[in-house]
């Protein structure tokens, strides 16, 4: 009997890896079709309305009008029709404030915390995300910016009646680096290095840790470590939204933030190895952590110019 259930117990033993490497298996197919269905809707949107949606909205399209509201609604807040949320969408008003005081009064539906399937990885089921921010939920999806550690792309254009730098840093003019930017609207044809070499999205880690940084975010130089990263898909923040490639994926270097507009956080995952990157044709590429940083610096970036090589 006891040589019975060694036996049984070293087949245990040999199955359990094979287990879990099969379930994550699935798991990292399931991630696969997330971001392929965000990519669809990307293109259901840029066919809809001529170009892809903002990375972040930081004031609604009539700035004077709205009183220069900093609303903060995210890419994936404008997906929620195209992927099967139109209720979800219709209850938003996107020329409130969506700060994080005071919820109720711009969000009395709770949109905030409506579970989104298809903007969470499986593989990642979160850690418990910022304490002050419980009522979001959250997301395990981010936008590119590029090989930028500004949300804002760095070309902005200040707006009659609306004055100061903050407002140059919000309102674009198309010369960002990646795909997406705060009050972006890139069009495919902006993309100049091709679709199917630029990303458009990647993963991140919820919950993980985010650095206050004391001066300059690259390198990071931090101060107070947050655990708020991807807390909401619906409120644009500096932990929420973006990411950059100044470091490759899953980088040990620890990911930061500046004034809630110089961000240097990669892309992360539970994946073994690597990362899901979602290209801005729609297709979906499983990229390996040690990627060559100058080849994943060039994908972030949609019209450097440079060749991209093997990936």
Not at 93 to 113: A, C, G, H, Q, Y
Request: glycine fraction near 8%.
């Amino acid at each position: 009997m006891l040589v019975v259930i060694a036996i049984i117990a070293v087949l245990i033993a040999l199955l359990l890896p094979a287990v879990q490497q099969a379930r994550e298996a699935a798991r990292r197919s399931q991630c696969k079709n997330n971001l392929k269905q965000l990519g669809l809707a990307l293109h259901n949107y840029a066919e809809t309305h001529g170009c892809f949606p903002a990375g972040c909205l930081f004031a609604a399209k009539n700035p004077i009008e709205a009183g220069g509201s900093s609303n903060r609604a995210t890419w994936l807040a404008y997906l929620l029709p195209f992927v099967d949320q139109a209720a979800a969408y219709q209850k938003l008003n996107f020329k409130t404030d969506f700060n994080s005081s005071n919820l109720d009064s711009w969000d009395p539906n709770r949109v905030r915390s409506v579970n989104v399937p298809v903007f969470r990885c499986p593989s990642d089921p979160g850690n418990p995300i910022s304490p002050e921010q419980p009522s979001f939920a959250p997301t395990s999806y981010v936008a590119s910016i590029g090989n930028s550690n500004r949300i804002h792309g760095g070309g902005g254009v200040a707006l009659p009646g609306i004055n100061g730098d903050w407002s140059k840093t919000v309102y674009n003019n198309r010369s960002e680096r990646g795909v997406f930017a705060s009050n972006s609207s890139c069009k495919l044809r902006d993309i100049t290095d091709g679709a199917s070499n630029t990303m458009a999205a990647s993963e991140c880690l919820i919950g993980g840790v985010m650095n206050t940084a004391s001066g300059d975010v690259n390198p990071c130089s931090p101060a107070t470590p947050r655990t708020d990263r991807g807390f909401s898909w619906l409120l644009g923040q500096t932990s929420t939204w973006p990411y950059c490639t100044i470091k490759t994926p899953n980088a040990p270097i620890e990911d930061c933030d500046h004034y809630s507009v110089y961000v240097n956080a990669t892309a992360r995952s539970q994946h073994v190895g690597g990362v899901q990157a979602l290209l801005a044709d729609g297709s979906v590429r499983f990229i390996t952590e040690n990627i060559n940083l100058t080849t994943w610096r060039n994908l972030g970036d949609r019209g450097d110019g440079n060749p991209l090589g093997e990936f």
